[in-house]
């Protein structure tokens, strides 16, 4: 299976937008829950949104609920993170990845453990 790479991080002010695309190859077209996660400084890394490709019914944490979208592109084997109105607790490295389980049930378990495919990460920035 292909290996992830994120790009599009960058530095905005608060209240501003970003969109976050992964590169994913193939886990777009296999049966796979998609996620991004993310580490702040001095923070444990926490999920932020995940998407089973077979559901596609996407999820969020409480703290980006409305404001942030997960989305698939199929043709582009791409994973999209749109973030708007973002806050300066938003704050941190973001990696998208693919778990090996074909439903997002267990994905608070990816966050500390090796298994399924990770991206290096991007950073994002937002000043208040």
């Known amino acids: 299976q292909a290996a992830l790479m994120e790009s599009g991080g960058g530095s905005v002010q608060e209240g501003g937008s970003l969109r976050l695309p992964c590169a994913a190859g193939s886990h777009t077209t296999s049966r796979r829950c998609l996620a991004w996660l993310r580490q702040a400084d001095g923070k444990k890394r926490e999920w932020v949104s995940a998407l089973s490709t077979g559901a596609m019914t996407p999820t969020y944490a409480d703290s980006v609920v409305g404001r942030f979208t997960i989305s698939i592109d199929t043709a582009e084997n791409t994973l999209h993170l749109q973030m708007n109105n973002l806050e300066p607790e938003d704050t941190a490295i973001y990696s998208c990845?693919?778990?090996?389980?074909?439903?997002?049930?267990?994905?608070?378990?990816?966050?500390?453990?090796?298994?399924?495919?990770w991206g290096q990460g991007t950073q994002v920035t937002v000043s208040s």
């Open positions: 990845a693919a778990d090996v389980f074909p439903s997002c049930d267990r994905i608070e378990t990816m966050i500390n453990s090796t298994r399924g495919w």
